[in-house]
């Protein structure tokens, strides 16, 4: 009588997938990455750090039933904004960078942090979930190294202009 | 604000309603002490926790990181003690969220305390956690070696990480320690909406 317990390790596994397995939502962590190694320290630690915790707050918002609208437009719209962010290299004050990343962060959290299979830990889901989003921070800032040669610094606005031109399709899909 | 106050009140109400103790030991074929091991390997919110209050250990240098070692195992262990002779006691599955938030939280904002102040928060979390787990074993009919199991698990992780931590000397190793913290806390927040919903 072999059965497999697959439900506490499916949850870890079902988080970290999660938050990849949606173009828009990859779009939008890898540029929140991107744009911090352009605007270089202190914000390229405390966007990545910003945006998980509020998307958090997204997601627990989600999974009270507490509404928030537009949920679908923000997270395309937070491709357009970070992608253009990226191209034009557009320094912002730390504040508002905080505030626009934190912002956009909610719609992502409340629309991707409540999917949790039945029988599966929803402590491990949220673990997968966080750590997942991390580490596609991680991956925009490993690439925003480049940063530092004139061609990297071009290379990387191109990044931006691709962010830009996906969450554009993205927001066209939401909006019609 | 009305909004605001409406979610201010679920909260509170999520946080503070109880539920029972649920045991998971898995016996490991090696006796109760490696089973009490096991069952801090398996209890993510403990090892969350204890994460978090070696992450804040290691930041406070390697005085803080002492008196926690010294304090917060033995924390766990009145707590287990104490839980173990408490017959079936509901648990408050939203403090113990709050517990590794609230750690999570300090290390995320690299907030200075002195070494007693870090002993002292880490010591509550171990004596709460301890609590519950001592409660949780007892409805299992398990005992003091499955707690001396786990209090051992918490000293050799504790001392393993907060010990690596002190250890870390590029600035930016330290920034990687923070954003660990703001994860604790994200994933924090997302237990209290689970928790909201009844999935914990």
């Given at each position: 009588m072999a059965h497999v317990e697959s439900g506490e390790a499916g949850g870890f596994v079902s988080g970290v997938r999660h938050p990849i397995s949606g173009l828009d939502h990859v779009l939008a962590m890898v540029a929140v990455g991107l744009w911090g190694a352009q605007l270089g320290s202190p914000a390229v630690w405390l966007l990545p750090i910003a945006f998980p915790m509020m998307m958090a707050f997204g997601g627990m918002l989600g999974l009270m039933g507490v509404p928030v609208p537009g949920v679908e437009i923000g997270i395309a719209a937070s491709g357009v904004v970070l992608g253009a962010m990226v191209l034009g290299e557009v320094k912002l004050p730390l504040a508002a960078s905080i505030i626009m990343v934190g912002v956009f962060a909610i719609f992502h959290g409340h629309a991707h942090g409540t999917e949790l299979s039945e029988g599966q830990n929803a402590m491990l889901y949220s673990l997968g979930f966080v750590i997942s989003t991390g580490l596609l921070h991680a991956a925009g800032i490993g690439i925003g190294?480049?940063?530092?040669w004139k061609t990297g610094q071009l290379f990387l606005r191109g990044t931006g202009a691709v962010v830009m031109v996906g969450g554009l399709i993205f927001l066209w899909g939401a909006l019609s | 604000m009305r909004p605001l106050r409406n979610i201010a009140f679920a909260i509170a109400m999520t946080l503070l309603a109880p539920s029972l103790a649920h045991a998971h030991l898995v016996?490991?074929?090696?006796g109760p002490f490696y089973d009490g091991a096991m069952h801090l390997a398996l209890s993510p919110e403990d090892l969350l926790g204890l994460f978090a209050a070696a992450l804040l250990a290691g930041l406070g240098g390697p005085q803080t990181g002492r008196w926690t070692l010294a304090i917060l195992p033995t924390a766990w262990l009145l707590g287990a003690a104490v839980g173990l002779t408490v017959p079936e006691v509901p648990s408050f599955p939203g403090l113990s969220i709050m517990t590794f938030v609230a750690l999570g939280l300090l290390v995320a904002l690299d907030v200075k305390l002195p070494a007693a102040g870090v002993a002292l928060i880490a010591g509550l979390f171990g004596l709460v956690h301890g609590l519950f787990n001592g409660v949780a074993l007892a409805a299992a009919n398990a005992g003091m070696i499955n707690v001396l199991g786990i209090v051992t698990a918490v000293f050799v992780l504790l001392l393993l990480i907060s010990a690596a931590v002190v250890s870390l000397r590029p600035a930016w190793t330290r920034i990687a320690v923070r954003v660990a913290g703001s994860w604790i806390v994200a994933v924090g927040m997302l237990m209290f909406g689970w928790l909201y919903r009844g999935a914990v």
């Open positions: 190294t480049v940063h530092r | 016996t490991t074929g090696l």
